[in-house]
């Protein structure tokens, strides 16, 4: 059974009893919800990728408290404080060499020489790393191949049943996973495009971000279809085709769509900080119609443009499986 709660003091109380317990909770973050397990516990984290249905043993990102606890798991260098100083609490990943000691288990790190942290910016989330008093490994919350979720109904949508407790707190604000950068290689590299643009983190480092080399092994959950709904997605549209729906930015389509034709806009002015907010709700709107076919209109490069180009790139992606 799942208990779903608001998450006021007491259920935050209880969400950390079931983890030290081995449990799943699932909780909000400033970008998505994830699906948290005690990361020191193998048992419980094994119980993440059940829960999802994931294929491999991905790694997954601990949640820490700040830096002083993400200085226990991994190794920052000089740069990595830069930008931890600059982004922390928010929605920065890094993957950095785990130090010696570190308490987050193999099975995090998929047996991997590196970790990858992040303090979370969200209360809800801060409550329930400091009520837990460890790092908490949390993948989105969602089954693998889905979008992620924003809202505790999407976790329940997918997850209900799975896991012990969904903490409902409302919906999150970016919407968009956190950046990732690694810091293994020598200089900087940006795994995964996300909440916070390249460009700010480029400012801090005062260098440019470098792309991974070869992608599928430093990040095994980034698949090409791995942000897949069900519709098909076309991109670049500059027009409607019969039958199809629309996810605008912008007002670009709607001017073009036959009247009934069913529009969903990212940001009616074109703002890549609303879109971002919005795109994985609006993906699961589509679903949740049963459309089949979706025009999906041009979306700059620019800002976070970055990061919802990847996942719509994704998204368009041939099924894998
Ligand atoms: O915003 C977020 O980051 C959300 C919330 C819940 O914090 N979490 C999230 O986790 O998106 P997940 O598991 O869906 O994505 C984690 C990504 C994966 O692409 C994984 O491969 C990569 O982080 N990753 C984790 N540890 C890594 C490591 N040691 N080396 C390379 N990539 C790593
Ligand atoms: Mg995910």
Redesign the pocket.
């Known amino acids: 059974m799942t208990i779903v709660a608001p998450a006021d003091a007491a259920a935050i109380a209880r969400a950390a009893t079931i983890l030290r317990e081995g449990g799943l909770v699932a909780f909000p973050?400033e970008?998505?919800?994830?699906l948290g397990a005690d990361a020191t516990q193998a048992w419980a984290v094994a119980r993440i990728y059940d829960a999802k249905d994931r294929p491999s043993f991905?790694?997954?990102?601990a949640?820490v408290a700040d830096l002083e606890a993400a200085r226990r798991e991994a190794i920052l260098p000089e740069l990595a404080l830069r930008l931890a100083a600059a982004f922390w609490p928010g929605?920065l990943?890094i993957?950095a060499p785990v130090a010696p000691g570190g308490a987050v288990c193999d099975l995090v790190?998929a047996g991997?020489p590196?970790?990858?942290v992040?303090a979370?910016a969200h209360p809800i989330a801060q409550a329930l790393i400091a009520a837990l008093g460890r790092p908490i490994a949390?993948?989105?919350a969602n089954r693998s191949g889905h979008v992620?979720p924003v809202t505790a109904a999407h976790v329940a949508e997918d997850l209900s049943g799975r896991v012990d407790m969904i903490l409902d707190g409302g919906r999150t604000a970016a919407g968009l996973?956190?950046t990732?950068v690694?810091f293994c290689e020598g200089s900087p590299i940006l795994?995964?495009p996300?909440?916070i643009a390249r460009e700010a983190i480029e400012k801090i480092l005062g260098e440019k971000l470098a792309a991974p080399a070869h992608t599928e092994i430093?990040?095994?959950?980034?698949t090409p279809s791995h942000y897949a709904p069900a519709a098909r997605l076309r991109l670049e549209a500059l027009d409607l085709n019969e039958g199809e729906a629309a996810l605008d930015f912008g007002a670009r389509l709607a001017a073009r769509a036959k009247p009934g034709a069913f529009v969903l806009d990212l940001s009616p002015s074109g703002d890549l900080v609303e879109a971002a907010a919005n795109l994985f709700a609006h993906l699961r709107e589509f679903d949740a119609r049963q459309i089949a076919n979706v025009a999906v209109a041009h979306i700059p490069e620019r800002g976070l443009g970055e990061a919802i180009n990847d996942r719509l790139r994704r998204a368009s992606a041939p099924k894998l499986n």
Do not use: C, D, F, K
Request: net charge positive; charged share 10%.
């Open positions: 973050t970008t998505v919800y994830g991905n790694p997954l990102i949640h929605p990943t993957v790190r991997l590196s970790v990858a992040r979370p949390a993948p989105s992620s996973e956190s990732i690694s795994l995964r996300g909440a430093l990040a095994p959950g980034m």
